[in-house]
């Protein structure tokens, strides 16, 4: 007699007990090592007389078994191969799962299992990622302590999973809300502190190297650094060099506009806000300045980009981390005002001479600088009105562009052009420099900005596709003009008296001489597009080639046209023609027009050339920008890794190592404070502390974002309960890095990005041996509410759960219609008919599995048709055994419906055959079902246990079929198809084709003109 574990009841084994090919059970491994003898639990008593196939009756009673026996715990590192498989960690919700949630653990544990059968070391964990703001705003609402939510969620988590049979190893269950773990999140966060980006090396170094080359020389050899001698550095107080450090360190404190999420009550990182909105609470941002912490993402950012050449992640993934790092080369440059140089950065630095006017950020620090008196009010009511929009609105391009005049000028370093200097909403602190140097002529933002407030718009880029208009108001040109054009071939329309000309590029020249001779005096005719020109009269031609220009141009026009004089400029002018507004503007890179000595420089030159002489003169120097920045860590809440820094008046201090972890008070509110501070801040037991040398201190009261935690735990689970380091090296480097990775591509400018930037800070600072965390991505597609339409969502009453399902059809059935109900990564609606389908295919296996083996005597055609079944069955195990790897688990399925039917439709088999493809069967089934696989696989006495058996191996040559179908086509159409032995050669197979009764209607008597066989494809005949 035995007592199963989990409260069962006393079962007594029906099977005979024998040892398996691999190990048992984890447990018997390690006792079997140190000699002791292997002990199992018995094989589960279950009611076995009834064939019928009740998954009830038997799913519970072998999970209990296998949890038991520690059937899936992993081993350490040792010699087999390792595949390391894994899911985003969950953050466990009230909710429970839902049958979407199981859309990527499900293929993930076939997976898992596959690869276990394959003979390797499989490590497949699951922890909780408890810290955040879902947990902690449901204790609040709770009155509860947030860590026994998250006990409670991930019990229930954990009694689903083991409903669907999920293979984790629960030994390395971890926990992010833990002190155990938590610890080291703390310690990686010092290693970041405590590290710098030295440029030159192109990684991260201890922060003791930085303050060595300090003392000794200053920052004279740091590209880019703010000019500090040696002599300055060591006459620097303490707190003095401490926040010098903090331009440098990976980890680092400084007051900044933040993403403020009202409701959370807690800052957001960029990465947090959609649409301007929070992630979570939905709520639109504010901004708010508040001193943070921050890691220095910025610093991996090439790093970032190039290394994912290196893995196997999906294109849209790769796209999006690299459109967020938003990656751009081109120059800083400097344009005076009365409050000093201010710096902008431009990819574009050929357009300079188009620059028109500036545009600062509404926070930017020079905009208090430089708002003259009489406009200073209505410069702050702007900022105010701006500092409620979120940047999503800000940006939008269907918002009407608005902005105020400061009063102040700039002057263009380029030309010496004063030009105004505007506040926008549209220019974000955030990117950039906060400022830009506005180009009306190529810009479109600039363009529809500069229309509405009258602001000067000058072409200085040549359009690339030639195109070049000009309207002929009538009564401007004396008659004839028309003729004039027709005999130059010059194109044109006449619509009312007007005529709207279209000129091709090589006729511009001879259109210009038209022009002259047929303008009437007190008129005239302009050119846009390629050229842009005023034709006043013979000789009097105006080139809209400056702002100087545009005055004088805009001048003339309204001295001689009363209806053009509320005109401002001379594009705003233009633009109300409707017919040229095609023209006007375009941000194509081409020659360079109207930019002095730059003028007819081509386009792919431009850039390069323009820079160049920037830096020759002083005015500017090439640079690389990001759109990424760095990455804001603090949250003010309680529920959260506290950050180790203790603050004082002599500067910061980080938390000694061996004083981690920084635990968590015991609380007794968790509200959120309405400063803005976390609630840590109103305990003074944690935040009140002594220094070692008696000083009074701080604790720092922010607490890290989530992020922090899954930052890094998928190195946690190579090695999850040690307490001495925050893993051993020798698992690490075995486990690492994670082979598969499955989860949400919501995830792919946060967790992801994340999670890359730790995994090269610690890299880089010697702890692990790989740059990339992740080798392969997958992400799961969502299953849809029935409808189709909607979200699965407790809110609307939609939501499956797996406990229903597998009250009504079983764990198996789920499993199966998980992976069989679409392409992985495909959003598809939730079919309850579907999942019946595949609940009969498990029975119609399960019978068939079962039966009795009745074959018929052999006879003449049994050799054959054992053939034809061998070569199926190698075939689906070829074809069964990609997909899995391929993550095609929907054609797994359907491959496997085909061999079942093929296993039953067989006639004439030998014994050994049908019993080889019987046990191939369920050995394939194994990954997908694997409760009824084991169940089967006990009624048939086999040893314990299915899953620590062998995978099937398929021989190429059997899985190679004898006959091949080839399609015959007629001159391009399908006429026919042939059946032929592999083997038939060329000439075979053309006088076969030639032969079929349907290629002869459609020759018709006459001889083809060719012939062409594609081996083992299709034939192709023409006929003339």
Same mark, same amino acid.
């Given at each position: 007699?035995?007592?199963?574990?989990?409260?069962?009841?006393?079962?007594?084994?029906?099977?005979?007990?024998?040892?398996?090919?691999?190990?048992?059970?984890?447990?018997?491994?390690?006792?079997?090592?140190?000699?002791?003898?292997?002990?199992?639990?018995?094989?589960?008593?279950?009611?076995?007389?009834?064939?019928?196939?009740?998954?009830?009756?038997?799913?519970?009673?072998?999970?209990?078994?296998?949890?038991?026996?520690?059937?899936?715990?992993?081993?350490?590192?040792?010699?087999?191969?390792?595949?390391?498989?894994?899911?985003?960690?969950?953050?466990?919700?009230?909710?429970?799962?839902?049958?979407?949630?199981?859309?990527?653990?499900?293929?993930?544990?076939?997976?898992?299992?596959?690869?276990?059968?394959?003979?390797?070391?499989?490590?497949?964990?699951?922890?909780?990622?408890?810290?955040?703001?879902?947990?902690?705003?449901?204790?609040?609402?709770?009155?509860?302590?947030?860590?026994?939510?998250?006990?409670?969620?991930?019990?229930?988590?954990?009694?689903?999973?083991?409903?669907?049979?999920?293979?984790?190893?629960?030994?390395?269950?971890?926990?992010?809300?833990?002190?155990?773990?938590?610890?080291?999140?703390?310690?990686?966060?010092?290693?970041?502190?405590?590290?710098?980006?030295?440029?030159?090396?192109?990684?991260?170094?201890?922060?003791?190297?930085?303050?060595?080359?300090?003392?000794?020389?200053?920052?004279?050899?740091?590209?880019?650094?703010?000019?500090?001698?040696?002599?300055?550095?060591?006459?620097?107080?303490?707190?003095?060099?401490?926040?010098?450090?903090?331009?440098?360190?990976?980890?680092?404190?400084?007051?900044?506009?933040?993403?403020?999420?009202?409701?959370?009550?807690?800052?957001?990182?960029?990465?947090?806000?959609?649409?301007?909105?929070?992630?979570?609470?939905?709520?639109?941002?504010?901004?708010?300045?508040?001193?943070?912490?921050?890691?220095?993402?910025?610093?991996?950012?090439?790093?970032?980009?190039?290394?994912?050449?290196?893995?196997?992640?999906?294109?849209?993934?790769?796209?999006?981390?690299?459109?967020?790092?938003?990656?751009?080369?081109?120059?800083?440059?400097?344009?005076?005002?009365?409050?000093?140089?201010?710096?902008?950065?431009?990819?574009?630095?050929?357009?300079?001479?188009?620059?028109?006017?500036?545009?600062?950020?509404?926070?930017?620090?020079?905009?208090?600088?430089?708002?003259?008196?009489?406009?200073?009010?209505?410069?702050?009511?702007?900022?105010?009105?701006?500092?409620?929009?979120?940047?999503?609105?800000?940006?939008?391009?269907?918002?009407?562009?608005?902005?105020?005049?400061?009063?102040?000028?700039?002057?263009?370093?380029?030309?010496?052009?004063?030009?105004?200097?505007?506040?926008?909403?549209?220019?974000?602190?955030?990117?950039?420099?906060?400022?830009?140097?506005?180009?009306?002529?190529?810009?479109?933002?600039?363009?529809?900005?500069?229309?509405?407030?009258?602001?000067?718009?000058?072409?200085?880029?040549?359009?690339?596709?030639?195109?070049?208009?000009?309207?002929?108001?009538?009564?401007?040109?004396?008659?004839?003009?028309?003729?004039?054009?027709?005999?130059?071939?010059?194109?044109?329309?006449?619509?009312?008296?007007?005529?709207?000309?279209?000129?091709?590029?090589?006729?511009?020249?001879?259109?210009?001489?038209?022009?002259?001779?047929?303008?009437?005096?007190?008129?005239?005719?302009?050119?846009?597009?390629?050229?842009?020109?005023?034709?006043?009269?013979?000789?009097?031609?105006?080139?809209?080639?400056?702002?100087?220009?545009?005055?004088?141009?805009?001048?003339?026009?309204?001295? =001689? /046209?009363?209806?053009?004089? %509320? $005109? *401002?400029? @001379?594009?705003?002018? &233009?633009?109300?023609?409707?017919?040229? +507004?095609?023209?006007?503007?375009?941000?194509?890179?081409?020659?360079?027009?109207?930019?002095?000595?730059?003028?007819?420089?081509?386009?792919?030159?431009?850039?390069?050339?323009?820079?160049?002489? =920037? /830096?020759?003169?002083?005015? %500017? $120097? *090439?640079? @690389?920008?990001?759109? &990424?920045?760095?990455?804001?860590?603090? +949250?003010?809440?309680?529920?959260?890794?506290?950050?180790?820094?203790?603050?004082?008046?002599?500067?910061?201090?980080?938390?000694?190592?061996?004083?981690?972890?920084?635990?968590?008070?015991?609380?007794?509110?968790?509200?959120?404070?309405?400063?803005?501070?976390?609630?840590?801040?109103?305990?003074?037991?944690?935040?009140?502390?002594?220094?070692?040398?008696?000083?009074?201190?701080?604790?720092?009261?922010?607490?890290?974002?989530?992020?922090?935690?899954?930052?890094?735990?998928?190195?946690?689970?190579?090695?999850?309960?040690?307490?001495?380091?925050?893993?051993?090296?020798?698992?690490?480097?075995?486990?690492?890095?994670?082979?598969?990775?499955?989860?949400?591509?919501?995830?792919?400018?946060?967790?992801?990005?994340?999670?890359?930037?730790?995994?090269?800070?610690?890299?880089?600072?010697?702890?692990?041996?790989?740059?990339?965390?992740?080798?392969?991505?997958?992400?799961?597609?969502?299953?849809?509410?029935?409808?189709?339409?909607?979200?699965?969502?407790?809110?609307?009453?939609?939501?499956?759960?797996?406990?229903?399902?597998?009250?009504?059809?079983?764990?198996?059935?789920?499993?199966?219609?998980?992976?069989?109900?679409?392409?992985?990564?495909?959003?598809?609606?939730?079919?309850?008919?579907?999942?019946?389908?595949?609940?009969?295919?498990?029975?119609?296996?399960?019978?068939?599995?079962?039966?009795?083996?009745?074959?018929?005597?052999?006879?003449?055609?049994?050799?054959?048709?054992?053939?034809?079944?061998?070569?199926?069955?190698?075939?689906?195990?070829?074809?069964?055994?990609?997909?899995?790897?391929?993550?095609?688990?929907?054609?797994?399925?359907?491959?496997?419906?085909?061999?079942?039917?093929?296993?039953?439709?067989?006639?004439?088999?030998?014994?050994?055959?049908?019993?080889?493809?019987?046990?191939?069967?369920?050995?394939?089934?194994?990954?997908?079902?694997?409760?009824?696989?084991?169940?089967?696989?006990?009624?048939?006495?086999?040893?314990?246990?299915?899953?620590?058996?062998?995978?099937?191996?398929?021989?190429?040559?059997?899985?190679?079929?004898?006959?091949?179908?080839?399609?015959?086509?007629?001159?391009?159409?399908?006429?026919?198809?042939?059946?032929?032995?592999?083997?038939?050669?060329?000439?075979?197979?053309?006088?076969?084709?030639?032969?079929?009764?349907?290629?002869?209607?459609?020759?018709?008597?006459?001889?083809?003109?060719?012939?062409?066989?594609?081996?083992?494809?299709?034939?192709?005949?023409?006929?003339?």
């Amino acid at each position: 007699m035995a007592t199963e574990k989990n409260g069962t009841r006393k079962t007594t084994a029906t099977t005979k007990k024998t040892t398996a090919r691999q190990p048992a059970t984890r447990k018997s491994t390690t006792r079997a090592r140190k000699g002791e003898p292997a002990a199992r639990s018995t094989v589960p008593a279950i009611d076995r007389s009834s064939d019928k196939y009740i998954p009830q009756t038997f799913e519970a009673q072998w999970e209990t078994k296998w949890a038991a026996d520690e059937l899936y715990r992993t081993t350490p590192a040792d010699e087999r191969p390792k595949m390391y498989v894994l899911d985003f960690y969950p953050y466990p919700s009230g909710d429970g799962l839902s049958v979407g949630h199981c859309r990527n653990y499900v293929p993930t544990d076939a997976l898992s299992r596959y690869y276990r059968m394959h003979g390797y070391n499989v490590l497949h964990p699951m922890g909780w990622d408890a810290f955040g703001l879902p947990a902690e705003n449901a204790a609040i609402k709770m009155k509860t302590n947030p860590a026994k939510l998250i006990d409670q969620y991930a019990a229930n988590y954990k009694r689903q999973f083991r409903l669907l049979g999920i293979s984790f190893d629960w030994s390395r269950e971890i926990n992010s809300s833990k002190p155990e773990y938590y610890r080291w999140t703390q310690w990686i966060f010092l290693q970041l502190y405590n590290a710098w980006y030295d440029p030159r090396a192109d990684k991260a170094r201890p922060i003791e190297t930085l303050e060595a080359e300090l003392a000794d020389k200053g920052t004279r050899d740091i590209p880019n650094a703010e000019l500090l001698t040696a002599e300055q550095w060591k006459a620097m107080d303490r707190k003095a060099r401490q926040d010098f450090l903090g331009n440098f360190r990976l980890g680092y404190r400084r007051p900044a506009v933040v993403n403020w999420d009202p409701v959370d009550k807690t800052v957001l990182a960029n990465e947090e806000v959609v649409d301007g909105r929070g992630w979570r609470s939905g709520a639109l941002v504010e901004k708010k300045t508040l001193m943070q912490w921050f890691f220095r993402i910025t610093a991996y950012a090439d790093r970032l980009i190039a290394d994912m050449d290196t893995i196997d992640w999906p294109e849209h993934i790769k796209l999006m981390q690299r459109n967020w790092i938003g990656r751009s080369e081109g120059a800083e440059v400097d344009f005076g005002t009365d409050a000093g140089d201010l710096r902008i950065f431009t990819t574009r630095p050929d357009t300079l001479w188009g620059a028109t006017f500036m545009v600062l950020s509404p926070e930017h620090p020079f905009v208090e600088k430089l708002a003259t008196p009489e406009h200073k009010p209505e410069v702050e009511a702007y900022v105010a009105r701006a500092k409620l929009e979120s940047e999503a609105e800000r940006t939008a391009e269907s918002k009407e562009k608005t902005g105020v005049f400061t009063g102040a000028y700039a002057t263009n370093p380029v030309n010496g052009e004063r030009i105004p200097i505007w506040v926008a909403d549209y220019v974000l602190m955030g990117y950039g420099t906060g400022a830009i140097m506005a180009v009306p002529g190529h810009d479109e933002r600039d363009f529809a900005f500069a229309l509405k407030f009258g602001l000067p718009i000058i072409p200085v880029i040549e359009r690339t596709d030639g195109l070049t208009k000009s309207f002929a108001l009538g009564g401007t040109m004396r008659e004839g003009f028309a003729d004039a054009l027709r005999a130059e071939a010059i194109p044109f329309e006449e619509r009312h008296g007007s005529l709207y000309i279209t000129i091709p590029p090589e006729k511009v020249e001879h259109y210009i001489d038209i022009a002259q001779q047929y303008v009437v005096r007190g008129a005239w005719n302009e050119i846009v597009g390629t050229r842009w020109l005023f034709i006043f009269g013979p000789g009097e031609v105006m080139a809209l080639d400056s702002m100087a220009s545009d005055l004088s141009i805009l001048k003339r026009c309204h001295a =001689l /046209e009363p209806n053009v004089r %509320g $005109k *401002r400029t @001379v594009m705003e002018m &233009l633009y109300a023609v409707e017919f040229y +507004r095609d023209a006007l503007f375009h941000a194509d890179y081409h020659t360079m027009i109207n930019s002095g000595r730059f003028s007819g420089t081509p386009g792919n030159e431009a850039v390069r050339r323009v820079t160049e002489w =920037l /830096e020759e003169i002083g005015k %500017g $120097k *090439r640079r @690389v920008n990001y759109k &990424l920045r760095d990455w804001g860590i603090s +949250r003010q809440r309680y529920w959260g890794t506290p950050i180790p820094v203790i603050h004082s008046d002599q500067g910061d201090y980080a938390v000694a190592e061996d004083q981690l972890p920084v635990k968590l008070p015991d609380v007794e509110s968790y509200e959120p404070t309405a400063t803005g501070e976390s609630p840590l801040a109103t305990i003074p037991k944690f935040v009140n502390v002594t220094l070692p040398d008696g000083t009074p201190g701080r604790r720092e009261t922010d607490t890290m974002g989530t992020f922090a935690c899954s930052s890094w735990y998928y190195m946690r689970f190579s090695d999850p309960h040690n307490d001495k380091a925050l893993f051993s090296k020798d698992e690490v480097s075995y486990w690492l890095p994670v082979d598969t990775y499955v989860g949400g591509a919501e995830h792919a400018v946060m967790h992801l990005l994340y999670s890359r930037f730790w995994t090269k800070v610690l890299y880089d600072l010697g702890h692990i041996p790989f740059i990339e965390p992740f080798t392969r991505l997958r992400n799961q597609g969502m299953i849809l509410a029935p409808d189709g339409k909607e979200k699965m969502s407790k809110s609307k009453g939609n939501v499956v759960t797996p406990d229903e399902v597998v009250a009504e059809h079983g764990g198996d059935a789920l499993r199966a219609y998980e992976m069989f109900i679409s392409d992985f990564e495909q959003a598809t609606p939730w079919s309850t008919a579907g999942l019946g389908g595949t609940y009969r295919w498990l029975r119609k296996a399960w019978e068939l599995l079962l039966a009795p083996s009745d074959r018929r005597a052999a006879d003449a055609t049994t050799a054959q048709a054992d053939r034809d079944l061998r070569r199926i069955m190698h075939k689906t195990i070829r074809k069964v055994s990609h997909d899995i790897e391929g993550f095609s688990f929907n054609t797994v399925i359907s491959t496997l419906m085909e061999f079942t039917n093929a296993i039953g439709d067989a006639k004439n088999v030998s014994d050994a055959a049908y019993e080889e493809a019987r046990e191939t069967l369920l050995l394939l089934l194994a990954p997908v079902a694997p409760f009824m696989a084991e169940e089967v696989w006990a009624r048939k006495g086999r040893p314990y246990s299915i899953h620590q058996q062998k995978w099937p191996k398929y021989d190429e040559k059997l899985a190679a079929d004898d006959v091949m179908v080839l399609p015959i086509q007629v001159n391009g159409k399908l006429r026919d198809r042939i059946e032929l032995p592999v083997t038939a050669s060329e000439a075979d197979v053309t006088s076969a084709a030639l032969k079929a009764e349907n290629v002869q209607r459609h020759l018709a008597g006459k001889s083809p003109s060719q012939v062409i066989y594609v081996p083992k494809r299709l034939v192709s005949i023409v006929v003339k």
